[in-house]
């Protein structure tokens, strides 16, 4: 049996997110092997808000449709919410820690540092809400890899860097997290934490041996954090936060059964407002719930932050 060949960037993220598919897929008796792309995005220093959404996945899925590679592997939350005619996520395995972190000078959590203190972030979104808090922090553009990252903070250039907690976690960095995020504080990106594992939709097989690493606690929530976004057409890079999870409740009878509750907010992207919402309902109506619950934050004015 040939190898199934397993596309990914070449960063020490990318590489050790689809090893960790390249694992599962050994360990349930399927042979894999990583194939490295290069992507436009690799190639760039431009802020990913200017390169454009979905840089870092259409190379990857350019080598997917011409049979280059046989799985492709994304950071979920940076995948468009169209689909790609021809191709399917198979799988979305367990997710990892989704919140935001921070990583500071002095161990210093966010509420010590002093206004004026400069933080690095790529995001748009983590800009927005960080600004919102009115703290007084100076928020600079931020682009690299995660070690280049935190070597601007290890080197004086910056007092603190925002990003994923769950990226620190895969590369065996989560020590350096200075303070994880309540989403009440700062609403993570939709999907963040998850990984997407497409293939062709023709490869029926496959997409059987694939749907073998499919979590559906972790599905349920990215279809509606996703859906949210989707609903307000924004994409990846505008302020928008999202986060579900599924959750016990008891009925009238005393009977625990599992719901999936949702939160997701827009922000201003000079912080000057905020809009949240939140939803409560059943997890396999996981779509419907984040396009309503989007529809909400649509009736509270979202389409203006998120156009502004």
């Known amino acids: 049996m040939s190898p199934i060949r397993i596309g990914t960037r070449g960063s020490l993220l990318a590489r050790t997110q689809s090893q960790t598919i390249a694992d599962a897929l050994i360990a349930n008796g399927h042979p894999a092997e990583l194939v490295i792309i290069r992507t436009a995005g690799d190639a760039s220093a431009a802020p990913v808000a200017e390169i454009g959404v979905g840089v870092f996945t259409t190379a990857i899925r350019n080598a997917l449709h011409a049979g280059e590679i046989d799985v ?11 689909p790609d005619p021809g191709l399917h996520i198979a799988a979305v395995p367990p997710r990892e820690d989704p919140r935001d972190a921070l990583v500071s000078r002095d161990d210093m959590v966010l509420g010590e540092l ?3 203190s400069t933080i690095g972030t790529s995001s748009p979104r983590r800009a927005a809400q960080l600004r919102a808090l009115g703290l007084g922090l100076e928020i600079r553009p931020l ?8 070597g601007k903070v290890a080197g004086g250039e910056l007092d603190a860097v925002v990003v994923a907690r769950a990226g620190l976690v895969r590369i065996g960095r989560a020590e350096e997290v200075t303070e994880a995020f309540d989403p009440v504080v700062l609403l993570p990106a ?17 997409v059987r041996i694939l749907a073998e690493l499919d979590d559906d606690a972790t599905r349920a929530a990215v279809d509606a954090e996703r859906a949210v976004l989707a609903t ?14 599924v959750v016990e409740s008891i009925d009238e009878d005393g009977r625990i059964f599992a719901e999936l509750s949702l939160r997701a907010a827009v922000a201003a992207e000079d912080g000057s407002d905020v809009i ?7 997890v396999d109506n996981a779509e419907q719930l ?8 649509l009736d509270l004015g979202a389409g203006e932050l998120v156009n502004s």
């Open 114 to 116: 002093p206004p004026g």
């Open 143 to 150: 682009r690299g890899n995660l070690d280049s990252r935190l």
């Open 232 to 245: 307000l057409e924004a994409g990846c890079t505008a302020p928008v936060g999202a986060i579900a999870e």
């Open 190 to 206: 939709p999907a963040q934490g998850a990984l997407a594992v497409e293939c062709r939709s023709d490869d029926a097989e496959l």
């Open 290 to 297: 984040g396009r309503g619950l989007a529809a909400e934050l």
């Open 72 to 82: 492709a592997i994304h950071s979920y939350k940076d995948l468009p919410t169209a």
């Open 276 to 282: 949240r919402a939140s939803v409560v309902g059943p």
